[in-house]
């Protein structure tokens, strides 16, 4: 157990609908990267929130937005659901870049999303 | 473009046999890699974390190198266990890029008993 929780476990939403997904870091822990996993994939970086800044940015639309609240939880929103949206979305926390290369991410189980 | 590649893809041993698991990386500034393991529908466990100025980690049976000049590191498992079987990803934080890790798609191991 890495301390880090998500919710909710699993979702269905149909396409051109609006999710929010949750995050609740690792105690201690001011940073938080978001993760898409496709069937069969390895994960691939949505986004990362310092300090309820943004701090980097994977290859992903504007319509995935995110946010990150003073408990240094976090929100994944995504609007105008497509079908290949449809993945285990993965949030990791960690002690933040100031850490440097000695900065471990602890990843939550996830919420598996699926678009119909 | 930062790449990461693991091979093989899948890995199928009998248990209490050595294996070893390959990751490569497209470019040798790396701040750090990461070795995880993933169980079927589940999160990832973080099991070695190998700074870019650090040769090697052990944990156990684990055991991870890393050769940043080729761009390469393995994850050595010794004595394998049907607990063992899992997906096994390497994740790569390259110098320029150093908030994100890139991931490999991972080597799915199957140890029989």
């Known amino acids: 157990e890495t301390g880090v929780t998500q919710s909710p476990t699993h979702l269905i939403k149909t396409r051109g609908q609006q999710v929010t997904l949750r995050c609740s870091s690792q105690s201690g822990h001011n940073t938080v990267s978001w993760y898409q996993q496709a069937l069969g994939q390895g994960p691939q970086f949505i986004f990362q929130y310092y300090r309820e800044e943004e701090n980097g940015r994977g290859n992903f639309p504007p319509r995935f937005s995110g946010l990150q609240f003073p408990n240094y939880s976090s929100e994944l929103n995504v609007n105008a659901l497509e079908l290949d949206d449809s993945a285990l979305y993965l949030c990791a926390s960690s002690l933040g870049p100031k850490r440097g290369s000695t900065d471990t991410q602890y990843f939550g189980p996830g919420t598996r999303l699926t678009v119909l | 473009k930062q790449e990461v590649t693991q091979i093989p893809a899948a890995l199928s041993v009998p248990e209490g046999e050595n294996l070893v698991l390959n990751c490569s990386f497209t470019d040798s500034a790396i701040y750090n890699l990461q070795w995880f393991r993933q169980d079927p529908g589940k999160g990832l466990t973080s099991l070695l974390l190998?700074?870019?100025?650090?040769r090697e980690q052990t944990s156990g049976r684990l055991n991870a190198s890393l050769d940043k000049s080729s761009g390469r590191s393995t994850l050595y498992i010794a004595a394998s266990q049907p607990g063992d079987s899992a997906t096994y990803l390497c994740a790569v934080s390259f110098a320029n890029t150093g908030n994100q890790f890139y991931f490999g798609t991972g080597t799915s191991l199957t140890v029989i008993p």
């Open positions: 190998i700074q870019s100025s650090q």
